[in-house]
């Protein structure tokens, strides 16, 4: 008896989601049908500014294979739409007028961008049209408009400070498009990054070769380009930034209308329990950037401050990997088994690491506090006291921040300083306690080496063969007067010979001795 | 034309050539000792030979200092020179050989009857030669009739043979002659510090280091680590248990950036789609927070590996070498972390290229040819697999026996030692060069499971820690004693010879296993001259992946280079894969892999995370070269490696006394305080007993493919024997002072 499962949407999650459900395909415990709105399989939808910049192909992106996965017994269907979802029926309806029945149902439609209200741009959100030279960068085929461009060394303006936008025209000014970023605020990242940070940042986009407008309200998109094509955007201070393509990366919107036109309870997301089930309906699923994980219980303390979607794909992996092993439960070991299983854990906040090449930059968690803000006021709740420790080295494009209670990171903040980056990061995540000597965390991009050159004459010279430098002097002293003799004498140099140096250097140095003398 | 023996040193699988004279002067040379334990005062000996290295492609005349000491164990005092009976006063007493056999052969018989042939075992060596390799599977299966064979590189060679074997069809350590590194403008070393365990190798990666292109992967700043630096290359410190996750982010680059050599995966390999699309997940940020490893030096390697592939392949320029160590592979998923890295280097197309290659570092003397001829519990010689009927039946063939007193596979050496004294388990056990007292993972669990067996006999020189478990201990030969082969970590084949006649009580393992053999009315024949059981095994090994039936002992003694596969008829095979890899379709085949949740778990609170490894004076469990004085006065007792910050933070100073536990056991060792290590991390060697011993904190969890235990990441806590308070109260954060 196998269990009829359908998921929605066919984007990385729902891929990881249909690739830990292939084994139970494979034992005939589940059927499993998957239904792509695009006409390819799924792909990483993180890295289609670097496919757009010309930097990687369409085939490198792929994390699926539709003829493989029809062959091990899946049915996947492309470039089909879902109208609507018969709850009351258990089936969904489809573009092509058939329906679908499911016991099953996942939602795993993503999200979809934020197309901001400018007057030449269409503002209904669901349907937008976006006029020639205008693009959200979503898909392969907004990815294709700004290869084009970046071939063609065209002016490209990015619309928007956000981490996207700014990888974006990162990596188009690094292959040779005229770039300039868009934003509100003073600084790019105004979501993520404190102020000192940004100011750093900012420098290092501009030494990066993209124009920066800070402070920046657009009211409008010009169209004055042949054919009608995108040629300037318009600020409400009146002036206008010109160029040949506008990006618009200005975040994106759970896509929760077929969730939301069945009936099912939805907020930014459409919400899911502690196992991703939709509220009131336990067969159907959501995971992945359209699903808000909240629980129907007031009093749960893991939905006490919870939020929206990230729009960070790595949640909605771990979310996948975990619905699959629970929906395999309940197709082979029935409803009990599977509620035994853990539930899905709660989410740490996400981190952001700039993917760049000229820039370094990772940031996560709350960085508004100041190193001397709460030196003199108590903690609230008995919380462990925040500290804040600080580095600051404009001039070099360097900057770090990390805030800390209980010597556990709850923020960071760190700008061209590669190997701290990685650190924090790490220590982010596993929730670590940092080193007392926050300083430790600030050397590691450094250049000194542990312990360089020693003239203590006990130190071992030859470590394959533990000759000390002692030794090879008496050796030296006694009448050997090139490495094969000190090799023969001592056995210094006789393993890797890597010591060979050194031993010359001991030869000449007591003869240049015995010459002054 | 020099005079004294021509061999090879006893230890690792280097295999460094040397030359064995008598002792010119009687008393002189360097002191050999006989301190049976460590921290005694060394009694210099006479040591009956001298040894000096000898020019060969490996090691080019140099030795280190554990080949330069090896004889001074031949005349140690503290060697067992008779067969030794252990009391009921718990005392072992010496008997003689008659007696020793009669007592092994009732023991076995008296097993048999209660518990059945496969209540009897035999633990195994990577540093048995060829011929006792061999010979000790045969007599497993014919003589004792029991499956119940494994052996010690179950915990060294596992995953990455069980790797190489998916993706090439045959596991061959390096595919290729060790000189050929020497023109290499790249060699990426995963897991492997080389400059500790077999230091002459290092002149092998001079060129790659002037070239600016040696790049080490190691959470430690290990001494092959430390060759990276003033211009030699990168290191890339990823935290313990993220070296998978780190190869895929290289992977990925290599894919993205289109530095993949298409033409290759398109014409040589199988699976290539499916390893690019599970690589799609893997790009440099991402690994970068898993990692610890920095975005941009992940991408650096990327280009570093593609850019010399392609200079070796387009212009016959430099090369590109990735090889991999016991750092990656002895993990629970140690088998698919060295797929990954077959995976890269198939990816740049350098495996059967003329100027690169993939390849891994063999531990163990000779741990390539003792996991070729039968000592595995799933093998027959020749690399063949016992379950196969027709390896089945040519084995039946040549050992002259119907094919159904072959048993069935048996136990990997994790299981087989769990199941030690269990009811369905082995009761009576024989162990032949293992130590495993000290080897084995969660060795504290090891040496009850000895304790409970019915009988156990170990086959050793000196009384090893695991020697002192047995019922009866029986000497035999040295290696300077012994005729014999040895496959290199090279895949050759080489000779070892004898230069001594061993003391009077001590006898070779054919000898022991022939007459055994009789005692039993074992069919086929065992016997004790090395060159009939190489002989023998020519034939055994006729038409396996692992073939030597073309290579004989004249050939060997006439200097001939020998790799196998080496066919009779054909000149052998120095370069494997050439023309095509081992698989029926003459492709490589590419398996996709992801990295397991349990290798990157990390430890909340105080606990750390514990990898273990070696030491440039000492060879595994140290049950030798912790008896040679200058080694052992030069490395007395195993030092906890920790972070400068991670000892203040509890008190402790450098040498300060501290203990390591875990839920398995305790240890207490002095520590050794240095940057080289990160904060989060501790190392100890496992090369020592008792209170020192590494291995009664590790776990005996292992990887579901090739059996390997997880080694490098065991959840331990470390705290000071006497904490010095001040020191830790300066460390802790002010958080903490005011609370207390």
């Known amino acids: 008896m196998s269990e009829r499962i359908v998921v929605v949407g066919f984007g990385p999650v729902a891929a990881r989601l249909v690739e830990g459900l292939l084994p139970a395909v494979r034992r005939g415990s589940v059927s499993l049908m998957v239904l792509g709105q695009e006409a390819e399989a799924a792909y990483n939808r993180v890295m289609v500014a670097e496919f757009g910049v010309g930097r990687s192909t369409a085939e490198a992106l792929a994390m699926a294979d539709a003829a493989e996965l029809i062959a091990e017994g899946v049915d996947v269907r492309l470039g089909v739409t879902v109208k609507r979802v018969d709850r009351a029926r258990q089936r969904v309806v489809l573009s092509d007028g058939t329906a679908e029945g499911y016991e099953r149902l996942v939602f795993a439609t993503g999200a979809r961008p934020v197309i901001p209200n400018l007057t030449g741009i269409n503002p209904d959100p669901a349907h937008p049209v976006l006029p020639a030279g205008v693009t959200a960068l979503r898909d392969l085929n907004d990815a294709g408009m700004l290869l084009r461009a970046v071939t063609a060394r065209q002016r490209v303006v990015v619309l928007g400070g956000g981490v996207l936008g700014l990888e974006t025209a990162l990596a188009a000014a690094e292959e040779g498009a005229q770039t300039t970023v868009v934003h509100s605020g003073p600084h790019p990242m105004g979501r993520n990054i404190d102020r000192g940070g940004g100011a750093v940042l900012n420098a290092a986009l501009r030494s990066a070769g993209v124009s920066v407008v800070s402070n920046a309200v657009s009211t409008a998109v010009e169209h004055n380009g042949p054919d009608g094509i995108f040629s300037a955007l318009v600020l409400d201070d009146g002036s206008r930034v010109e160029g040949d393509l506008l990006l618009l990366s200005c975040g994106v919107r759970p896509r929760i209308e077929l969730a939301e036109g069945c009936g099912l309870p939805v907020a930014a997301g459409i919400l899911v329990d502690h196992r991703l089930r939709t509220h009131h309906e336990p067969h159907m699923f959501a995971i992945g950037d359209c699903a808000e994980v909240r629980c129907a219980s007031s009093g749960c303390p893991d939905c006490k401050g919870a939020t929206a979607p990230s729009g960070l794909v790595g949640p909605g992996w771990r979310q996948a990997e975990w619905l699959a092993g629970y929906l395999e439960a309940l197709a082979e070991d029935g409803q009990e088994a599977a509620d035994s299983l853990p539930e899905l854990a709660k989410e740490q906040p996400g981190v952001v690491v700039l993917k760049a090449r000229g820039i370094n930059l990772a940031v996560a968690g709350d960085n508004s506090a100041e190193p001397w803000d709460d030196m003199l006021c108590p903690s609230p709740d008995g919380l462990p006291h925040r500290e804040v420790a600080q580095w600051a080295d404009p001039g070099h494009g360097r900057y770090v921040k990390m805030t800390t209670r209980g010597g556990v990171l709850q923020g960071l903040v760190s700008v061209g300083m590669p190997r701290t980056a990685a650190e924090l990061v790490v220590l982010f995540e596993r929730g670590s306690e940092l080193p007392a000597d926050r300083s430790l965390l600030l050397r590691l991009d450094g250049t000194d080496q542990p312990a360089g050159a020693n003239n203590d004459p006990a130190r071992t010279v030859c470590r394959c063969a533990g000759v000390s430098g002692a030794a090879i002097e008496e050796s030296v002293a006694s009448g050997c007067a090139s490495v094969p003799e000190v090799s023969k004498a001592t056995r210094a140099g006789t393993g890797c010979g890597g010591c060979h140096d050194d031993i010359k250097a001991i030869i000449e140095k007591h003869f240049q001795g015995a010459v002054a003398a | ?740």
């Open chain 2, 1 to 740: 034309m020099p005079s004294g023996t021509a061999t090879h040193c006893p230890y690792c699988a280097l295999q460094c050539a040397m030359t064995l004279s008598p002792a010119a002067v009687p008393g002189a040379g360097f002191p050999a000792g006989d301190i049976p334990t460590p921290a005694s005062p060394a009694v210099p000996a006479t040591p009956l030979l001298e040894v000096a290295g000898r020019e060969f492609p490996t090691n080019r005349g140099g030795l280190c200092r554990k080949g330069w000491t090896s004889a001074a164990l031949l005349g140690h005092a503290g060697r067992v020179t008779e067969p030794l009976l252990k009391g009921s006063d718990g005392v072992h007493q010496p008997i003689g050989w008659d007696q020793a056999l009669m007592l092994v052969a009732a023991a076995v018989k008296d097993s048999w009857a209660r518990h059945g042939h496969d209540s009897v075992g035999v633990f195994g060596s990577g540093g048995l030669t060829n011929e006792k390799a061999y010979q000790l599977g045969k007599f497993a299966r014919l003589a004792l009739r029991t499956s119940r064979i494994d052996y010690n590189g179950r915990f060294c060679m596992s995953s990455a043979a069980a790797a190489g074997n998916r993706a090439f069809g045959v596991d061959r350590g390096l595919p290729f002659p060790v000189e050929d590194l020497d023109s290499a403008s790249v060699i990426l070393l995963l897991g492997s510090n080389v400059a500790e365990t077999m230091p002459p190798f290092v002149q092998h990666l001079q060129g790659a280091r002037d070239a600016g292109g040696l790049i080490v992967v190691d959470p430690r700043r290990s001494a092959t680590a430390a060759f990276t630096g003033n211009g030699g290359g990168i290191h890339l410190q990823p935290l313990p248990g993220t070296d998978l996750a780190l190869i895929l982010g290289i992977s990925h680059v290599v894919v993205h950036e289109g530095l993949a050599d298409a033409a290759f995966l398109e014409e040589r390999t199988k699976g290539h789609k499916a390893v690019l699309r599970s690589l799609t997940a893997f790009w440099p940020e991402r690994v970068q927070s898993i990692t610890g490893v920095p975005a941009t030096l992940i991408r650096e390697t990327a280009r570093r590996l593609a850019r010399s592939a392609r200079l070796a392949k387009d212009e016959g320029q430099g090369g590109c070498y990735i090889l991999s160590g016991r750092g990656v592979e002895q993990h629970v998923d140690g088998t698919d972390t060295a797929t990954a890295a077959i995976n890269l280097s198939l990816l740049l197309g350098l495996p059967g290229s003329a100027r690169s290659g993939y390849g891994t570092l063999t531990g163990q003397g000779n741990g390539q040819g003792g996991r070729e001829h039968g000592q595995k519990a799933d093998q027959l010689p020749g690399y063949r697999k016992i379950t196969d009927p027709a390896a089945r039946a040519h084995m039946a063939k040549v050992w002259g026996v119907d094919e159904s007193l072959i048993p069935g596979a048996g136990l990997p050496a994790v299981e087989f030692l769990k199941s030690l004294g269990q009811p369905d388990g082995v009761r009576c056990l024989f162990v032949h060069g293992a130590n495993v007292a000290v080897s084995a993972p969660d060795a504290g669990a090891v040496i009850a499971g000895l304790r409970s067996l019915d009988f156990l006999v170990v086959c050793d020189f000196f009384m090893s820690e695991t020697a002192a478990e047995a019922d009866l201990v029986l000497p035999v030969a040295q290696w300077a004693e012994e005729e014999g082969t040895m496959t290199n970590l090279e895949g050759r084949v080489i000779r070892r010879r004898r230069a001594l006649t061993p003391p009077p009580g001590v006898r070779t393992e054919l000898w022991l296993m022939s007459r055994l053999a009789e005692l039993l009315d074992a069919p086929s024949t065992f016997s004790d001259d090395p060159r009939t059981v190489f002989e023998e095994l020519r034939l055994a090994s006729a038409g396996g992946l692992a073939d030597y039936s073309g290579i004989d002992y004249d050939m060997l003694d006439a200097g001939e280079a020998a790799y196998w596969p080496y066919p009779s008829g054909s000149k052998g095979t120095p370069r494997l894969f050439a023309d095509g890899f081992a698989h029926a379709d003459r492709r490589a085949a590419m398996v996709a892999v992801t990295p397991s949740r349990r290798a990157q778990r990390s430890f909340p609170g105080d606990s750390l995370a514990l990898a273990t490894g070696r030491l440039l004076e000492h060879y595994q469990s140290g049950a030798q070269t912790r008896r040679v004085a200058e080694l052992s006065a030069s490395q007395p007792e195993a030092r906890l490696q920790l972070h400068p910050e991670t000892a203040a933070r509890r008190g402790i100073v450098d040498g300060g006394l501290v203990t390591v536990s875990n839920e398995r056991g305790e240890v207490q060792v002095r520590a050794e305080v240095n940057t080289a290590i990160r904060p989060d991390t501790v190392f100890l060697p496992f090369h020592f007993p008792g209170a020192g011993s590494a291995n009664r904190l590790t776990e005996a969890a292992t990887d579901p493919i090739s059996g390997m235990p997880e080694f490098k990441t065991s959840r331990v806590l470390v705290k000071a024997v006497r904490a010095e308070p001040a020191l830790a109260a300066a460390a802790v954060s002010s958080h903490r002072k005011e609370e207390s």
